[in-house]
Every structure is written in C-alpha cells, then in structure tokens.
C-alpha cells in the first residue's frame, strides 16, 4: 500500500466515523477473523463499527469474540441496509470484486463510502478508492496485521484482535502447512500468542469439535472418491440426497477436498456438491505446486481464488458437471504430470 494512502486512511480514522466492514458471501474462518480483528481494532478509536455478512457461516466460527454481533444481510436485510447506506466508510475484506458479495452487490455499488479493499486474492477488481492487494500473502488476517502495523499501532492489538486474526490465519494456511506460510507469517503468529491467542484452545474450537452426522458425511464422500492416476487427479461427489441423509449442516464439507490432495502422486483435487437450494454444483478445488486451480476455475466453471485453492460452481447436473470436469483434464495432462 502507497505511504500516501496509509497517511490519507489514518487522518480519515482520526475522527469516529460510521463504518461497516464486509466480507464475502459463505464466509470463511480468513474472512470472519479479519473482519472481526478489523472491527476490534476501530472499536479503539471510538468509530460506530458493525461487521454485515451476506450470509451465514460454519458452526465451527460461531465461538469467536463479538461473533454475534455479526449481521447477516440474507436475514437482517432492512438492519443492514440502513446501516450500509449510512456508512462513512465501507471495508470489504478477503475478497476483491463486490459480486463476490452476493445480493449485497448492488447496494455496496451504490454506497458512496469510501470503500477500502483488504485482499489476497488475484486479479482485483478497482472498485475501491484505497486497496492494499498482495497475492503473496497467506491470507487476509495476516495483511490486517500488517495494516494495523502500517498505522503504528501493533501496541493496540489485544487478546481479541490476536485471536480473530490467529483464527483466520490458520485457517487459510490449513494450519500452516501451505506454500503461503512464510517465516514473517511464523513471525506474526508469534506476536499474536504473545498478545493473547490462545493457540491451543482456537485448533481445537475449530477443528476437533466435530459432529456425528459430519463425520458419517466424510465416510460417505470418501466411499465416493475416484482417483484418474493419467492426470494425477482424484475427485469426490456428493449428491443432495446424501447431504440431507447426515442432516448437512454449513460447513460440515470444511476441509473435504483436501483428502482427495492427500493420496501419493496426486496433484490436483475436486470435491463436486450438488446444491438443489441454488440449483447449482458447487466446486472446490486444490493443487500442489505450480498447477494454478485459479486459472482452470476462471477458465471453466466461473469461479476463481488462488493458485492451490479455487472454488466454481455448474450449471449442469451432477454427472453431467463431472463428465465435463473429466472432458477437460486431457489439456492439461501435460502440465499436470510436469509437476
């Protein structure tokens, strides 16, 4: 970010303003932690401050400090609105086109806040009259430390502000084990126990509470993975009526895909969810090393994220969405086994 606008950003927060942070639509452990982290750090100085998300979230998030004071735009519409148009400024953070928003996007268009971008994900939109974008960055949370840093005021970080942002760091680095997890991430997370991140407690609120019903669905999506050995590729289904067999909870698919990247020699995984709901696939998909999941998901099926983690979407039907996904992999066989 230009020390110029760092210098505009602080005069702007020298007063208490009216200010709304969101994040983007089925948000993640990144996205509530740092909006949640960005929300404690206003509070500070006094700014009327309220978090609206688009939508709902995992269970699994619903431990984090000041969580319920989260709005949800889909059910706290009216609430929301009002507070949106009357915002002074406008965060929008871990993501970087406003239809990432969903029904939020018209009404963020039409706001004349001035709107600050806090992302890590490629190709941003410039909707935004300030933006600080590094796609190097493990995750938002980290980049919302180091704002904070950029307006001399890591002495300001509290035990809340440390475990909003240790949570959604964590999170995006599949607790630090990805490429993105960099020594000065390492240095930050420190920093952050220093200030009152309970580590131990944060790992297991969100990773070893888990339901009976979720952990039948892991059987049920792993009896269900296939392995394409040619393309170095495996992938998991899951059906709708499977899904509503183990009462599917938001969430409870967290992590899934993963499993699929895990097997030996495999190098790029997809899990496809039927959703009857949107009447759509959902798609997430995850690569190891160079193969960019970013730019086949742009590419087919209108999604987008980064280099090893992407999401999509289909508007076939569930066979149909994997008989395409598989009709596509002989142009990449090349670069798939390359890696």
């Given at each position: 970010?230009?020390?110029?606008?760092?210098?505009?950003?602080?005069?702007?927060?020298?007063?208490?303003?009216?200010?709304?942070?969101?994040?983007?639509?089925?948000?993640?452990?990144?996205?509530?932690?740092?909006?949640?982290?960005?929300?404690?750090?206003?509070?500070?100085?006094?700014?009327?401050?309220?978090?609206?998300?688009?939508?709902?979230?995992?269970?699994?998030?619903?431990?984090?400090?000041?969580?319920?004071?989260?709005?949800?735009?889909?059910?706290?519409?009216?609430?929301?609105?009002?507070?949106?148009?009357?915002?002074?400024?406008?965060?929008?953070?871990?993501?970087?086109?406003?239809?990432?928003?969903?029904?939020?996007?018209?009404?963020?268009?039409?706001?004349?806040?001035?709107?600050?971008?806090?992302?890590?994900?490629?190709?941003?939109?410039?909707?935004?009259?300030?933006?600080?974008?590094?796609?190097?960055?493990?995750?938002?949370?980290?980049?919302?430390?180091?704002?904070?840093?950029?307006?001399?005021?890591?002495?300001?970080?509290?035990?809340?502000?440390?475990?909003?942002?240790?949570?959604?760091?964590?999170?995006?680095?599949?607790?630090?084990?990805?490429?993105?997890?960099?020594?000065?991430?390492?240095?930050?997370?420190?920093?952050?126990?220093?200030?009152?991140?309970?580590?131990?407690?944060?790992?297991?609120?969100?990773?070893?509470?888990?339901?009976?019903?979720?952990?039948?669905?892991?059987?049920?999506?792993?009896?269900?993975?296939?392995?394409?050995?040619?393309?170095?590729?495996?992938?998991?289904?899951?059906?709708?009526?499977?899904?509503?067999?183990?009462?599917?909870?938001?969430?409870?698919?967290?992590?899934?895909?993963?499993?699929?990247?895990?097997?030996?020699?495999?190098?790029?995984?997809a899990i496809f969810i039927e959703d009857h709901k949107q009447n759509i696939?959902?798609?997430?998909?995850?690569?190891?090393?160079?193969?960019?999941?970013?730019?086949?998901?742009?590419?087919?099926?209108?999604?987008?994220?980064?280099?090893?983690?992407?999401?999509?979407?289909?508007?076939?039907?569930?066979?149909?969405?994997?008989?395409?996904?598989?009709s596509i992999l002989p142009s990449y066989k090349k670069a798939l086994n390359n890696e």
């Amino acid at each position: 970010m230009k020390k110029q606008d760092i210098t505009n950003i602080k005069t702007l927060l020298q007063s208490p303003k009216k200010i709304v942070i969101v994040p983007h639509k089925n948000p993640d452990g990144d996205a509530i932690g740092s909006t949640l982290g960005l929300y404690f750090y206003l509070l500070k100085y006094k700014h009327q401050v309220r978090v609206i998300a688009p939508n709902d979230y995992p269970e699994f998030l619903k431990w984090m400090p000041s969580e319920d004071t989260v709005l949800k735009y889909d059910m706290q519409t009216e609430e929301s609105e009002s507070l949106i148009n009357a915002a002074e400024i406008i965060f929008t953070l871990d993501f970087n086109a406003l239809n990432r928003t969903g029904n939020m996007e018209t009404i963020l268009e039409k706001s004349e806040a001035v709107k600050i971008m806090i992302d890590h994900h490629q190709q941003p939109d410039d909707y935004a009259l300030y933006t600080y974008s590094d796609v190097s960055m493990s995750s938002t949370c980290e980049m919302v430390y180091n704002f904070i840093a950029m307006l001399n005021d890591v002495d300001k970080i509290d035990a809340n502000i440390a475990t909003c942002l240790y949570t959604g760091i964590m999170t995006d680095t599949g607790s630090f084990r990805f490429s993105s997890t960099t020594s000065t991430t390492h240095k930050v997370i420190a920093d952050l126990i220093d200030k009152g991140a309970e580590n131990d407690k944060i790992h297991n609120a969100v990773h070893d509470t888990n339901s009976y019903n979720r952990l039948q669905l892991l059987g049920c999506a792993l009896s269900n993975l296939k392995v394409l050995p040619e393309y170095r590729t495996a992938y998991i289904t899951l059906t709708q009526e499977e899904l509503n067999r183990f009462d599917f909870k938001k969430g409870d698919t967290e992590g899934f895909v993963n499993y699929a990247l895990s097997l030996e020699n495999i190098i790029f995984a997809a899990i496809f969810i039927e959703d009857h709901k949107q009447n759509i696939i959902k798609i997430s998909l995850r690569s190891k090393g160079d193969f960019s999941v970013n730019e086949f998901s742009r590419a087919h099926f209108s999604g987008g994220g980064h280099t090893n983690a992407a999401g999509g979407k289909s508007d076939f039907d569930l066979n149909k969405t994997v008989e395409n996904f598989i009709s596509i992999l002989p142009s990449y066989k090349k670069a798939l086994n390359n890696e």
